[in-house]
Structure formats: structure tokens, C-alpha cells
T-cell receptor
Framework: RKEVEQDPGPFNVPEGATVAFNCTYS??????FFWYRQDCRKEPKLLMS???SGNEDGRFTAQLNRASQYISLLIRDSKLSDSATYLC???????????FGSGTKLNVKP | GAGVSQSPSNKVTEKGKDVELRCDPI?????LYWYRQSLGQGLEFLIY????????KSGLPSDRFSAERTGGSVSTLTIQRTQQEDSAVYLC????FGAGEQYFGPGTRLTVT
């Protein structure tokens, strides 16, 4: 079983739609959680950290569900520029090791 | 300020040759990570440095892979006797100590022919 799993998608949505991705993790002792965005043939860029209480940054909302061991990313009012692959990252050992999901691809269509 | 830089950006090598990949982290970042990403795949964790020490080398795929970091800054990843399955993008990231958020370099695209 993989440490971190994501639905690969693609999620094809129209502009203005709301879309949500989940990311499940296997180790209940995982400590820190992050969402990254990766454009085609580019490096991942940090989108947001995921806090226990949930956090919001503009159109983006991240939540953590420890009981069910998943994190989520909600994007409201999707823009064409949101088209990318979204990777979740989970840290297990005091930042010594991170596990990344394989990513969920989002296509926002006009 | 300057981000993470990596060199070379592209490397084509013949099977059996050794290659050395370089990473310059963000100034002041004490944590440095190496990952490998094959086409269409997620990131595979290779190794982590805190300062110059690497507490966990278990992510390195084989004993052909080694990494070092000197002066708490630049890191090199060396792959000896390259194989075709080593072809991938090798990404380096750095982070402030205790922060968790990682900043990635543009990667080195390695092709083994």
C-alpha cells in the first residue's frame, strides 16, 4: 500500500466551478501536510500548508481529517490558470522524510 | 531573493557512465531534500540533509546512488554506472529548519541512453 494516494483524474471542469480533491495517507502518526501545484514539465510549487483547524487562502481551502486520514483541497470559482497537477505531501518523521502523492490533474475549460 | 538552483538542467549520458548532479539551496535553509520524478509519476523521496548530515539514506534506490552536502549549502547527488531506469527528473528542495514547507529547484532531466 502506498503511503499517500490520490485520484489521478483528470478532473475536467468549466470555469467558475468548484472542485475538490482528496489525498489519503496510511500512517496515522503523520505530522504535517501540504498541497503543491505542479505545472507541466515544471517543478512543484508550494500552494499551502494544511493545518488541523483547516485553512483558507483566497479561493483555496485545505482541510485535514485525522480520523479518516485524509486531507482535502477545495478550489472555488476555478480559473483557466488553475489547470495543473496538484500534489499532496505528508511528513512522518519531524521533517526527515516526506511522501508525495502521484498528483491529481485538473483541467479547467472555458 | 534567489531560489533553489540545480545544474545541469539536462544531462544525457551513456549507460555505465557516472553522473553528478548539483543543488544550490536557498541561502540560510538548513534542510535539503533530493527527489526523483519519472514521467507521469509522483515524487520519490531519495535523501534528506539537515546541515551536512543525512540521518536517513534508506530512500536511495541502490548503492550506485550517493549524496553529500558540504558547508551546509551545496549538495551533489552522484549516480555511478548509470542504468536506463535511472532516467528521470531529479529535483532538489530546501527548507528552513523546522518549517516543513519546501522550495524546489527546476530539476535536472537525466536521460541514460
Amino acid at each position: 500500500r502506498k503511503e499517500v494516494e490520490q485520484d489521478p483524474g483528470p478532473f475536467n471542469v468549466p470555469e467558475g466551478a468548484t472542485v475538490a480533491f482528496n489525498c489519503t495517507y496510511s500512517n496515522s502518526a503523520s505530522q504535517s501536510f501540504f498541497w503543491y501545484r505542479q505545472d507541466c514539465r515544471k517543478e512543484p510549487k508550494l500552494l499551502m500548508s494544511v493545518y488541523s483547524s483547516g485553512n483558507e487562502d483566497g479561493r483555496f481551502t485545505a482541510q485535514l481529517n485525522r480520523a479518516s486520514q485524509y486531507i482535502s483541497l477545495l478550489i472555488r470559482d476555478s480559473k483557466l490558470s488553475d489547470s495543473a497537477t496538484y500534489l499532496c505531501a505528508v511528513n512522518e518523521d519531524n521533517f526527515n522524510k516526506f511522501y508525495f502523492g502521484s498528483g491529481t490533474k485538473l483541467n479547467v475549460k472555458p | 531573493g534567489a531560489g533553489v538552483s540545480q545544474s545541469p538542467s539536462n544531462k544525457v549520458t551513456e549507460k555505465g557512465k557516472d553522473v553528478e548532479l548539483r543543488c544550490d539551496p536557498i541561502s540560510g535553509h538548513t534542510a535539503l531534500y533530493w527527489y526523483r520524478q519519472s514521467l507521469g509519476q509522483g515524487l520519490e523521496f531519495l535523501i534528506y540533509f539537515q546541515g551536512n548530515s543525512a540521518p536517513d539514506k534508506s530512500g536511495l534506490p541502490s548503492d550506485r546512488f550517493s549524496a553529500e552536502r558540504t558547508g551546509g549549502s551545496v549538495s551533489t547527488l552522484t549516480i555511478q554506472r548509470t542504468q536506463q531506469e535511472d532516467s528521470a527528473v531529479y529535483l532538489c528542495a530546501s527548507s528552513s529548519f523546522g518549517a516543513g514547507e519546501q522550495y524546489f529547484g527546476p530539476g535536472t532531466r537525466l536521460t541514460v541512453t
